[in-house]
């Protein structure tokens, strides 16, 4: 332990004989491990904001949505054959013994005008049912019934977004909007649920009764998709394989045909936009990481350099009894020292850097104390396996030639 405290001491008095330069040495290590760090933690962040947002999606949410059609062997598109009715939606309520609620949704878009202002946004034709599958909650006012949507109400919910858009702190509820001309009465605000994982706003949107939607406002027979939750998470697979199995029944699907749906959990979708922050966060990482060779390079450069100015030093030392392997922990001690100071400091910009982000930005960084191991590990393994070859290089000189050297 003593004699690793004197190795630290010694290159900590060696490097600091010339502190600009090992500060600039250890700027690519510095940059690379602050990077990575980054990179990860909001690659971290996106993962718990899908998280945290699919939860906020509902409880043991199930979407079906209508599947692709094909024209001359070319693929249209997700949803480009859509065969739902509200009468699919009915024989999932009535047949599907693993499903809780059930709701249609219908969307329309357009220019929605009230409290003397124009707004543009999405509205959305749902049931009663919808408000619990989605986890919508009410800040004033009070949500449509099915009654409502049976007589085709023209009534409506403003997300949060909308409202203040349109009336500002003012309370909507009782006002009259006008949705692509058709006028509506606002009868509640929805409690905000801020952004998604996209970056979208959840609280940009409209709902009220699908019906209404569908028939005074985009007209047609078919629903985008259906919404449905299953009655416990641990029957989720059950109700998905019921929804599937009512509507292939209801599309008359023969057996070995394929689906015109496509049917999805809340745990699929979780999954698949969590594997694709994951592959993103490792490509950046990667790319961030090119930095830390950059800076292991310069920090052999450096070394060599230092081999070069301190030839006549080795000579002399190896003259009084200093053997080769004394050189060459000295140097390569210099090398890990340099390599984790910079290590260090790219931790602590990092740490830095995040707080920042989180504060004023719209980025959620989560730094794991795996990533900051890692970095420590990595910046120390860069300064052995960079700084191996110059030090080896100082203690292969030979003592009279080491003394001669000018």
């Given amino acids: ?71 001359g062997g070319v693929s249209r598109g997700a949803g480009s054959f859509n065969r739902f009715t509200f009468d699919d939606v009915e024989k999932i309520r009535q047949s599907a013994q693993y499903v ?41 006012g009070d949500f449509f019934s099915d009654r409502d949507d049976r007589s085709r109400r023209k009534v409506c919910l403003l997300g949060n977004t909308v409202a203040e858009a349109l009336y500002g702190d003012q309370d909507p509820v009782g006002q009259k909007v006008r949705i692509r001309n058709t006028p509506f009465t606002v009868i509640g605000v929805l409690r905000s649920k801020g952004q998604s994982a996209a ?27 259906i919404n449905a939750s299953a009655k416990s998470g641990a029957v989720v697979a059950q109700a998905q394989a019921e929804m599937a199995a009512v ?19 809340q745990a699929e979708i979780t999954e698949a936009a969590s594997a694709a922050s994951k592959v993103m966060t490792m490509l950046l990482a ?6 830390l060779i950059v800076g292991g390079i310069g920090i052999m450069n450096i070394m060599l350099v230092s081999v070069t100015e301190r030839t006549r030093e080795i000579g002399i030392r190896m003259s009084v009894g200093a053997r080769s392997s004394d050189i060459l922990t000295q140097f ?9 100071s910079g290590g260090l400091i790219g931790i602590l910009l990092s740490v830095i850097i995040c707080m920042l982000l989180n504060q004023f930005t719209s980025y959620y960084t989560v730094i794991s104390p795996e990533i900051v191991f890692i970095s420590v590990l990595f910046s120390a393994a860069v300064g052995v396996f960079f700084g191996f070859y110059p030090a080896r290089k100082a203690a292969g000189l030979h003592p009279i030639d080491a003394l001669r050297y000018e």
């Fill in 199 to 225: 970056g979208a706003d959840q609280d940009d949107v409209i709902l009220a009764p699908a019906t209404t939607v569908l028939y005074r406002l985009r007209g047609g027979q078919n629903i985008n998709m």
């Fill in 1 to 71: 332990m003593l004699q690793l405290r004197n190795l630290i001491r010694t290159a900590l008095r060696s490097l600091t004989k010339n502190r600009m330069r090992s500060l600039l040495t250890s700027l690519g290590i510095i940059i690379g491990v602050s990077a990575v760090i980054i990179m990860v933690a909001i690659g971290e962040g996106s993962q718990a904001q899908i998280a945290r947002t699919m939860n906020m999606l509902g409880t043991d949410l199930i979407i079906a949505f209508p599947a692709s059609s094909r024209m």
């Fill in 332 to 340: 390569l001690s210099e090398a890990v020292v340099l390599s984790l």
């Fill in 100 to 140: 809780a609620a059930v709701s249609p949704v219908v969307t329309s878009g357009g220019q929605i005008i009230g409290g003397g202002k124009n707004w543009s946004t999405t509205v959305f034709g749902v049931t009663p049912d919808y408000f619990t599958i989605r986890n919508w909650q009410i800040k004033s």
């Fill in 247 to 265: 509507l292939r029944t209801a599309h008359h699907i023969e057996p070995g045909e394929e689906d015109d749906f496509v049917v999805r959990t």
């Fill in 286 to 291: 990667a790319v961030a990481g090119v930095s």
